[in-house]
């Protein structure tokens, strides 16, 4: 059965640093997977999404994620933070085994200090 | 702004009662969902229908039903309610309902006293 897990439920760094938060699958086949951002008080809002296509895939706001099959993970990076990245992040998978259902991680609070 | 209207934005109940929350999807999408979250459960899928139809069922509570209408909006009742159900409920819509991209509303912020 697939999963997701989201190794950290906080992150904090300082404006101008890089962030990283990370997320590692189980899958047994192909996964698709996505990382969603919501901001305080806001829905939900795709930043980037992985389907078997280029391994590094970059999406919004300069955030970028590189799928690793041996690692099982898909990590989340942005080369400088930024105080308007401060929001929750969500690792998401599907595949053929969850009928392509999307299975969300437990989030990761991000925390921008000035 | 995703064009995934929620409707209303803010309601407040008490125990016991009934509510209805609803969801007009983006223009051309077939499939709506609808997630509840809330700080001790963080993000828990619902359901989904795709053109009319439930297409899966997630951690839906029996007090709680959806059903999509022949215009494709949405809604979610929620009865008998109880303390725990405060949560801020989204709905999201996407094409075809199948490993894409989903638009989400803004959500509807559930307090029951």
């Known amino acids: 059965a697939q999963s997701v897990t989201q190794l950290d439920s906080h992150v904090s760094v300082s404006e101008g640093t890089p962030v990283l938060l990370r997320c590692n699958y189980s899958?047994?086949?192909?996964?698709?997977l996505f990382w969603y951002v919501q901001h305080p008080n806001k829905g939900l809002q795709l930043l980037l999404k992985?389907?078997?296509?280029a391994t590094l895939v970059k999406g919004i706001n300069g955030f970028e994620a590189e799928f690793k099959k041996s690692e099982t993970s898909f990590h989340l990076t942005k080369p400088s933070a930024h105080m308007s990245d401060a929001a929750e992040y969500f690792c998401?998978?599907?595949?053929?085994?969850?009928?392509?259902?999307?299975?969300w991680g437990a989030g990761t609070k991000l925390i921008i200090k000035p | 702004d995703s064009g995934v209207t929620q409707t209303p934005k803010h309601l407040i109940t008490a125990t016991g009662q009934r509510v209805t929350l609803r969801c007009s999807p983006r223009?051309?999408?077939?499939?709506v969902y609808w997630y509840q979250q809330s700080l001790d459960q963080g993000l828990q899928f619902l359901i989904q229908?795709?053109?009319?139809?439930?297409?899966a069922k997630g951690n839906i509570l029996e007090r709680f039903s959806a059903q999509q209408f022949p215009d494709l909006h949405s809604e979610l009742n929620l009865s008998s309610l109880e303390l725990g159900d405060s949560a801020l409920y989204f709905c999201?819509?996407?094409?075809?309902?199948?490993?894409?991209?989903?638009?989400f509303g803004s959500g509807t912020q559930l307090s029951v006293l």
């Open positions: 999201a819509s996407s094409v075809t309902g199948q490993n894409e991209k989903l638009f």
């Open positions: 223009s051309g999408d077939l499939s």
């Open positions: 229908y795709y053109n009319g139809e439930e297409r």
């Open positions: 899958s047994s086949y192909s996964p698709s």
């Open positions: 992985y389907t078997s296509a």
């Open positions: 998401v998978v599907s595949d053929l085994d969850s009928n392509y259902q999307l299975i």
